[in-house]
């Protein structure tokens, strides 16, 4: 069901307006971000954030770095839904213990290459 | 300024009370992960995910998980106040650059390797 009427709005409510039931005007901070066909995108963001705090860090950025955050509020909020004790903080503890594991392969390398140079034949050029 | 008072409420109210103006009581599902000396952890969780999304998500985790939750939750919180476009998914992104960059590493001295192993004088052993 659309909210929508008047000159001042948008030929269809985005899917944020859609989910608060509220009119979307041409001057709403979510339309251009959350699509009508993308209705779990508004409702996972709105769930763990909140519309209101997701306004207030939408209005404080510049409108260039706007789709940026609505990315990463959109992909937090998915980690939060799928695991609602460590959401993405556990992608990142993941990642680091990869990078300790990738720093340990790479010491093993080391040492390795430092243990063939001492046997390689000494070169008369 | 405490809220505090009466059998059924705890000796003094925590940060999350403090900060709401709620009394809090025995069953504040706050108080065990915002202490009153922590003030600034509970208003970064607040300001991101709102308190009372923060509630829904405590009261659907059982009680062996909500400082994890907290914990991830504050840490998210702070890495959005401190970079409100990307997050914690700014760091996440940096992470897996580092991946990249220790895997691209690795390929190099795994060459390395190949290269000394191939030059190694035969041994008659």
Redesign the interface.
Known sequence: MSHTSGASSSSSSCAACKFTRRKCTAECVFAPYFPADQPLKFANVH????A??VTK?LQ??PES?RA??V???A??AEA?MKD?????????SL??T??LE??A??QE??D??HH??E???MRLT
């Open positions: 769930r763990i954030f909140g209101s705090n860090i404080d950025l770095s940026d955050a990315t990463s509020l992909f937090e939060r609602p004790v460590y959401g993405c903080s556990g992608a990142i990642t680091q990869r990078i990738l720093q392969e790479i390398l080391v390795q290459v063939l140079e046997k390689k034949p």
